[in-house]
């Protein structure tokens, strides 16, 4: 039976397909959800009803466990023409479902909102609204404006209730949603494709795996590497993604790391470790 792409699944498959392989065939592999993980889950929940009383409307309550459900919910709001918000509404198109987080009437149209508890928009977060946005209008949605809200950097709590019209601001990233649509539906053949595969595809360790948060999958994709005393990851100032890279490549020791690209201090450090001598400035 074919795997439903949800957007999570989606921007997995595009961050790493072999991310999206585990996650969907070798769940017993991830790593225990850690404790900064665990808060920024909850931060995310508390966001969202925070989102949802910042633009007051109907919540579809059915869950993942009943998208059926769901589906005829929000086929039902969307007719009522007393309903102006709907939180959490489901849609499904070529073998895909998404839940939106606020579509909210614009006359004949619905504006899509898709929140973040972030202060700042990475580059991946367009791809999940636009993701939605695309799976909306294939399910037949008339869509106006394709926004992300993020918190606002600006604010300050003030005690007592929050003020919502200053918590968030909102992004319009309309022409850029529009923009990835025929990305979005190459890729998600693509990545259809690759989960009717009988096996994993091969993808080595590098940014990739800890872009945004740690994969839970870095383990198994590790774990054959050699311990060393003197390690490459003892180098000041490179990012993780690039030191999985290095490793991926079988840099592992700090003596083996190539002296091109890196900088004067970087470059002193290993003129110290080479010759076993302290530099003092």
């Not at 996650?23 to 790593?31: P, S, V």
């Not at 360790?205 to 839970?216: A, H, R, S």
Request: glycine share 8%.
């Amino acid at each position: 039976m074919p795997i439903t792409m949800s957007k999570s699944r989606f921007i997995r498959g595009h961050r790493c397909p072999l991310m999206l392989w585990n996650y969907c065939f070798r769940q017993e592999l991830a790593a225990p959800t850690d404790q900064a993980t665990q808060t920024r889950i909850e931060g995310g929940y508390e966001v969202g009803e925070l989102v949802r009383k910042r633009y007051p409307g109907v919540l579809v309550e059915a869950d993942h466990r009943h998208p059926q459900e769901a589906l005829a919910e929000t086929v039902r709001l969307l007719q009522d023409p007393s309903v102006n918000v709907i939180h959490e509404a489901a849609f499904e198109f070529q073998g895909t479902l998404v839940r939106t987080d606020v579509l909210v009437r614009a006359g004949q149209v619905w504006n899509l909102i898709e929140a973040k508890a972030v202060l700042i928009t990475k580059d991946t977060y367009p791809l999940d609204a636009a993701f939605q946005r695309w799976v909306a209008v294939g399910a037949g949605l008339a869509v106006g404006t394709t926004s992300l809200l993020v918190l606002n950097r600006d604010y300050r709590y003030a005690g007592g209730e929050h003020n919502l019209g200053t918590l968030f601001r909102i992004v319009d990233i309309s022409e850029e949603a529009e923009a990835l649509a025929p990305s979005i539906e190459s890729e998600l053949q693509r990545l259809q494709a690759l989960l009717q595969q009988p096996n994993a595809p091969k993808v080595l360790p590098g940014p990739q795996c800890v872009d945004q948060y740690e994969c839970l999958f870095l383990g198994p994709c590790t774990k054959d590497w050699p311990k060393v005393p003197t390690p490459v990851d003892w180098m000041w100032n490179i990012g993780k993604g690039k030191k999985l890279g290095l490793h991926a490549q079988g840099i592992h020791h700090l003596a083996d790391l190539p002296v091109r690209g890196l900088s004067a201090k970087q470059l002193q450090i290993m003129a110290c470790y080479g010759e076993n001598q302290p530099w003092v400035d």
